[in-house]
């Protein structure tokens, strides 16, 4: 069964701090791994996707690392900023008819001034 | 349009209604997902539609759930005899084509139901 965990569920971190948010996923055969933002109220917001080839992606202070051979995924958030507080939802897509992808969770992220 | 849009964004029904959520997806995506989330959990996958047929209905939790897509344009979902486990927001999301390896999901706000 695909699968995708993220941890930890939830984090409180001061301004300015930096943060790292984890995804383990299951899914196979893999195609590609997403992250988004979702905040309060709001739809999901793609930041990064990364295909199997790729290790580590960028977008601003957000950087997205893959390792496929280990089947996980970090996001790491520099200098974090009160609009950092939101929800972070790692999204594995399998390679398969359908184009059917497994969210994990999320990760509730707190940023406190 | 600029975003996908969604309508309503909130709704209140009573247990047994009958209730429509519409999703317009952003022009020229071919590809249209429903998803359900419920408070403080993820995305739940509903149903996909590729132009205007649904190759993938598996998410849909029962037969009181049905969507339909017209005009390789708007989708909506439709709750029949609602129950209060429907309550949740349900969130539409777009995107160009069936290659998962390069198409970005777009997301709507969502819609809101609350079944009281």
């Known amino acids: 069964k695909n699968q995708v965990e993220q941890s930890p569920q939830s984090l409180i971190i001061l301004e300015g701090k930096n943060c790292t948010l984890q995804c383990n996923y299951t899914v196979s055969p893999f195609s590609n791994l997403r992250w988004y933002k979702q905040d309060t109220g709001r739809g999901p917001v793609s930041l990064t996707i990364?295909?199997?080839?790729?290790n580590t992606k960028s977008n601003g202070r957000y950087t997205a690392t893959l390792d496929a051979d280990t089947k996980q995924s970090s996001l790491h958030i520099t200098a974090s900023q009160l609009s950092d507080s939101a929800s972070y939802i790692c999204?594995?897509?399998?390679?398969?008819?359908?184009?059917?992808?497994?969210f994990g969770g999320g990760t509730r992220v707190l940023v406190k001034p | 349009g600029a975003g996908v849009s969604q309508s309503p964004s909130n709704k209140v029904t009573e247990k047994g209604k009958d209730v429509e959520l519409r999703c317009d997806p952003i022009?020229?995506?071919?590809?249209l997902y429903w998803y359900r989330q419920r408070l403080g959990q993820g995305l739940e996958f509903l149903i996909y539609f590729q132009g205007n047929s649904a190759p993938d209905k598996s998410g849909l939790p029962s037969d009181r759930f049905s969507a339909e897509r017209t005009g390789e344009s708007v989708s909506t979902l439709t709750i029949q005899r609602t129950q209060q486990e429907d309550s949740a927001v349900y969130l539409c999301a777009s995107s160009p084509g069936t290659d998962s390896g390069a198409n970005v999901l777009t997301f709507g706000a969502g819609s809101r139901l609350t079944v009281l």
């Open positions: 990364m295909t199997f080839s790729e």
């Open positions: 022009s020229g995506h071919t590809a």
């Open positions: 999204v594995v897509s399998a390679r398969t008819a359908g184009n059917k992808l497994t």
